[in-house]
């Protein structure tokens, strides 16, 4: 099943986020886990934070300033397309995203200076309250 036939809610959620990048052995600063947005990703070549940008400190390598939309509801695994459907027009809008995703649903960050214009692409084709 692909998401084309069926229309999809988009939230914005209210806070801003900063995208940090960590030495890979670094460990997970109790800053990276306070408030309720927060993705903590560690790979070979690095740790990655998505988080409150209120809690990073000014001496860790960021990028501050995101806001997040929420696909609303829990979306099954056998779904196809749903990033695709978000990325695709903000591309074409030149809007550049940052993608999360957790065991329910998909969050896609936007600058905060595009997040008015990422709003105007996303309503042709989803609902987006705000």
């Known amino acids: 099943m692909d998401m084309s036939s069926s229309k999809l809610s988009l939230k914005v959620l209210p806070m801003k986020v900063g995208i940090c990048r960590l030495e890979k052995e670094a460990r997970i600063p109790d800053w990276a886990i306070v408030g309720g947005f927060f993705s903590v990703t560690r790979t070979d070549d690095e740790l990655s934070v998505v988080c409150m940008e209120e809690n990073i400190p000014e001496d860790v390598k ?8 929420k696909v609303e509801g829990i979306l099954d695994f056998s779904l196809t ?6 990325a695709n027009p903000l591309a074409q809008a030149k809007i550049s995203i940052f993608a999360v995703s957790t065991f329910d ?3 896609i960050l936007v600058k905060e200076d595009t997040l008015e214009e990422a709003v105007k692409v996303l309503s042709i084709e989803f609902s987006v309250l705000k």
């Open 105 to 107: 649903t998909d969050y």
């Open 62 to 69: 960021c990028e501050k300033g995101w806001r997040v939309f």
């Open 81 to 86: 397309g749903i990033l695709a459907s978000i």
